[in-house]
């Protein structure tokens, strides 16, 4: 009997196990149904400040700490107000490097210029800038007021040294109006008050006290308006483009003239010289000028080169490479156009 009841005991015990553990997965099921139901009324209550109004704070701040993803194509997108417009710069290039359209230039662009068809053959003559910026004190087409005094011309020679002259319907530009070396070879008409008129070239320099509008003319120049003894004559005068030229320009090296410095001058022009330039391996080089009248490269670039002259009506002629010798005239085949 005994041993029966144990076994039934055994027996018994053997079963529980395997029957408790679904109720207990049941009661925990309950539990959790009930917990969801309860958090559903909560967050669906309204007018109470808790729910969806009370988890704004924390959507709030984690929509400010983590990254927006891009929508999704043909999705709608919330409107938002446009952010106010703000002057800003163009970013720098990576380099740091100006721009090249902010670099001046200030020297005559030869892409911009036009073909003159009155320029000579054998030469290129362009047209470039204008009268207003390229004349100095005296322009073409302006009438300038003045006396007219004279002067011993001698052989012509002169402060612009062009050498002697066979003509001598020459004149010295007072020193503010000569403004250095620019009136030279300029052909100025001069008119006397009782309308006699001359012709002359500017050779020479009229220093101080010589006012601005006035001119020295050569005593055989001064001789076709008036007699000498008149001393001073009032006239009025203006820069002109005659016919009587010579038919080319040339070009003279001045003395001491190397390959490692060199003076250029610029001879027998029909209008005033604004510019000159010289080719280098950088492309043009404008040279300063002297008041002797002549163009300097203190280094010696493009000494022998090619040279680009420009008058004061922004006509152009370039001249092939001349060979650097000192104090010869070397003629050209261009010569500027007639105004």
Not at 54 to 68: K, L
Not at 196 to 210: D, G, M, Q
Request: hydrophobic fraction near 35%.
């Amino acid at each position: 009997m005994r041993a029966t009841k144990h076994a039934v005991t055994r027996a018994r015990r053997g079963r529980w196990p395997g029957r408790g553990v679904p109720l207990a997965v049941a009661a925990v099921a309950v539990l959790v149904c009930l917990g969801l139901a309860l958090l559903t009324t909560s967050g669906s209550g309204g007018g109470t400040g808790t729910g969806t109004d009370a988890a704004q704070p924390a959507a709030a701040s984690a929509a400010a700490t983590e990254p927006v993803a891009p929508p999704v194509s043909g999705a709608p997108v919330e409107a938002t107000a446009p952010a106010p417009a703000t002057a800003s710069a163009p970013p720098p290039s990576a380099t740091g490097s100006p721009s090249p359209s902010a670099a001046p230039t200030a020297r005559p662009s030869a892409t911009a210029a036009t073909p003159s068809p009155s320029a000579a053959t054998g030469g290129s003559a362009r047209a470039v800038g204008s009268t207003a910026s390229l004349a100095g004190r005296i322009k073409p087409g302006t009438s300038y007021s003045g006396v007219a005094t004279s002067y011993d011309a001698a052989d012509g020679n002169g402060a612009c040294s062009f050498g002697p002259s066979g003509d001598l319907m020459v004149a010295a530009m007072n020193h503010t109006d000569y403004e250095t070396s620019s009136a030279c070879g300029a052909y100025v008409l001069v008119r006397a008050a009782g309308g006699a008129s001359i012709t002359v070239r500017i050779v020479n320099e009229c220093p101080l006290p010589c006012a601005p509008g006035q001119l020295d003319l050569s005593h055989e120049a001064f001789a076709k308006l008036a007699e000498l003894s008149v001393g001073r004559l009032p006239v009025t005068w203006t820069v002109v483009s005659p016919g009587s030229a010579p038919d080319t320009v040339s070009i003279r090296y001045k003395t001491g003239s190397s390959q490692w410095w060199c003076g250029i001058q610029v001879i027998g022009h029909r209008n005033p010289v604004a510019a000159l330039e010289v080719r280098t391996g950088g492309g043009w080089r404008r040279l300063s000028r002297t008041d002797y009248n002549y163009f300097l490269s203190p280094d010696g670039s493009g000494c022998g080169g090619s040279l680009r002259i420009t008058d004061v009506y922004g006509e152009q002629l370039t001249v092939d490479g001349l060979a650097v010798k000192p104090d010869v005239s070397q003629p050209t085949r261009v010569q500027f156009a007639r105004h």
